[in-house]
């Protein structure tokens, strides 16, 4: 049984920092790409970055490039995302992480998906 949960998300000011988990079971993890999704309150899902199974290609979207960086840990099955001093109150979302169905990042759709962890960027 495949199994995305994420952690580490919380509440944090304006400019501080925070780095995100995901732990994946129940599939190979070295063999597919991941992506990190997040959904503000009252808006859609937005896609914010995805890297490649081999870490070799990372993407970010363009409300996140600078200042987010994503990760992944094959050996650990983890997959991470760090935002850096650099969070402002419109990064409030719940944050999926998501599985893709191949080795390459792609935006969506997604065979599987965590629960989400919350990440409040308020003063």
């Known amino acids: 049984e495949v199994q995305l949960v994420e952690s580490g998300g919380g509440l944090v000011q304006p400019g501080e920092s925070l780095r995100l988990s995901c732990a994946a079971s129940?599939?190979?993890?070295?063999?597919?790409?991941m992506s990190w999704v997040r959904q503000a309150p009252g808006k859609g899902l937005e896609w914010v970055s995805g890297?490649?199974?081999?870490?070799?290609?990372?993407?970010y979207s363009d409300s996140v490039k600078g200042r987010f960086t994503i990760t992944r840990d094959n050996a650990k099955n983890k997959l991470y995302l760090q935002m850096d001093s650099s969070l402002k109150p419109e990064d409030t979302a719940v944050y999926f992480c998501?599985?893709?169905?191949?080795?390459?990042?792609?935006?969506?759709?997604?065979?599987?998906w965590g629960q989400g962890t919350q990440v409040t960027v308020s003063s």
């Open positions: 998501a599985k893709s169905a191949d080795r390459v990042v792609v935006i969506g759709p997604y065979e599987y």
């Open positions: 129940g599939f190979r993890f070295s063999n597919y790409a």
């Open positions: 890297i490649d199974a081999n870490s070799d290609h990372r993407r």
